[in-house]
């Protein structure tokens, strides 16, 4: 901040600085873009135009900036660091992670890189890798003990992050279908529209309905012909673009399956292969519970485990006992119309063992 004290035109740059840190990100970019169009500064310009423009919001202006200086200053480590934290900024987390780590194999001790890997992999939900980077920096590193908190937490949590979530099923998005149904042999969808024909569902009026973790709709697709509207929910963005192309929904968005916000709006709520990111389903059927009218249904494949409660299996994905999921059911509010062991998708070339279940919610909602 010592440099905010110095006239404009003995430290223009230190100038800039101050003002990003005061909070006044707009005044900064005004000054640097001057600074440009007069072509003073060079490469730290550049890295510091892009700071100013996250802090301003506008993150994709930013990435522009810092594709220019990366072209400019190729093989420049902070030039490569400026990029990877701009592609941050716009949510490209597999990209700026490789820029990262291409800074670090060009200088193993520059720490700034060393830190925004690891911010990215705790953006993508791995605590672990996180962790790794961040035991290579000092103890005083700002920020770094709020990070650390953030990864002990993020390991405790009876769920999948968030952020993992949303970043495996972007990254997933592009051949989803074809990986999960020609590779993994999924099959929950047609084995949740089984289970709804053994209760009865099929012979109701048309239903009003909520696909959870939607993905690129293949739930949907299965009961849309039931559907006098279908609506879907996911906490991937490209996921959910996915689902909007596939044309069957009415409304599909980015959102946590545990904060659906709608209130006694449908006859029938859906979870294909979805649940097995939650540990703890007690959020995710209060959640259900509220958005289904009295006498809905609540239908979702999980998969097993033996004895009781859930557990985090090798592939990071939950299994959940039977006794649990009936005991959660009793709590939240549900009767269970339906229980039968499944495969709901292979692993490896072997069944993976599960269940589907169908829960009707009671007539009388408190």
């Known amino acids: 901040m010592a440099n905010a004290r110095l006239p404009d035109d003995e430290d223009p740059l230190g100038r800039a600085e101050a003002l990003i840190d005061a909070g006044k990100a707009d005044e900064a970019v005004r000054l640097l873009e001057r600074l440009h169009e007069r072509k003073r500064g060079g490469l730290l310009l550049q890295a510091l135009r892009v700071r100013a423009l996250i802090a301003a919001g506008d993150a994709e202006q930013a990435l522009a900036v810092a594709r220019e200086a990366a072209v400019l200053y190729p093989s420049v480590v902070t030039a490569i660091v400026t990029l990877g934290d701009a592609l941050l900024a716009n949510g490209h987390l597999a990209t700026a992670i490789g820029e990262f780590q291409r800074a670090l194999r060009l200088d193993p001790d520059f720490a700034p890189a060393r830190y925004l890997l690891g911010c990215t992999w705790l953006e993508a939900g791995e605590a672990d890798r996180a962790a790794d980077a961040f035991d290579a ?74 696909d959870l973790g939607c993905g690129t709709g293949l739930g949907g697709a299965a009961f849309y012909d039931l559907a006098s509207r279908l609506d879907g929910i996911d906490l991937s963005p490209a996921m959910v673009e996915k689902a909007k192309a596939r044309g069957i929904y009415d409304d599909v968005r980015v959102g946590d399956i545990e904060t659906v916000a709608d209130r006694r709006a449908y006859d029938l709520v859906l979870a294909a292969d979805t649940l097995v990111y939650l540990g703890d389903l007690e959020l995710v059927f209060r959640a259900a519970a509220q958005a289904l009218v009295p006498g809905g249904t609540f239908l979702f494949t999980v998969e097993r485990k033996d004895g009781d409660g859930f557990e985090l299996g090798p592939k990071r994905r939950w299994r959940h006992a039977e006794a649990y999921l009936r005991g959660v059911a009793a709590e939240t509010g549900f009767d269970v119309s339906g229980f039968l062991e499944c495969s709901p998708r292979s692993e490896a070339g072997a069944p993976v063992e599960g269940y589907a279940v169908a829960l009707t919610l009671a007539e009388k909602v408190g």
């Open 137 to 210: 920096l000092a103890d005083d590193v700002p920020g770094l003990a709020e990070k650390r908190a953030e990864i002990d937490a993020m390991r405790t949590r009876p769920r999948s992050d968030g952020r993992y979530v949303r970043h495996l099923f972007d990254q997933f998005s592009a051949d989803y279908d074809a990986r999960m149904i020609g590779q993994l042999g999924y099959g929950a969808p047609q084995i949740l529209r089984g289970l709804a024909d053994l209760i009865g569902l099929l012979y109701r009026d048309p239903l009003s309905i909520l």
